[in-house]
Nanobody, 124 residues
Framework: QVRLVESGGGLVQAGGSLRLSCAAS????????RGWFRQAPGKEREFVAA????????VYAGSVKGRFTISRDNAKNTVYLQMNSLKPEDTAIYYC?????????????????WGQGTQVTVSS
């Protein structure tokens, strides 16, 4: 049974930083894409960032490019999202996800497993 557990969320002032972590267990394939999505109140879940299984390929949403960095440690089955220069519009529940593919994907429907989410709140 695949389980994804996010941590690192919290309350931060605008301009601050947070680092999210997502530990996975039960994965049946080491060849996978790991991703982060977010969902703000009243809005649909949206793509934030994704990283290939090797860590060599990354994709970001335009709204976070240059501020967020996704990385992974395959030995720990963990993916990270370093978030800098946070803005109030980054406030959302952040979800990590896994897609069993060696191609970096960004579409919500292509991810196979999801975590429960961690709240990030950025105050102005």
């Amino acid at each position: 049974q695949v389980r994804l557990v996010e941590s690192g969320g919290g309350l931060v002032q605008a301009g601050g930083s947070l680092r999210l972590s997502c530990a996975a267990s039960g994965l049946t394939s080491s060849t996978n894409t790991r991703g982060w999505f977010r969902q703000a109140p009243g809005k649909e879940r949206e793509f934030v960032a994704a990283v290939s299984w090797s860590g060599g390929n990354t994709v970001y949403a335009g709204s976070v490019k240059g501020r967020f960095t996704i990385s992974r440690d395959n030995a720990k089955n963990t993916v990270y999202l370093q978030m800098n220069s946070l803005k109030p519009e980054d406030t959302a529940i952040y979800y990590c996800a896994v897609a069993y593919t060696n191609v970096v994907v960004t579409t919500l429907a292509k991810f196979d497993y999801w975590g429960q989410g961690t709240q990030v709140t950025v105050s102005s």
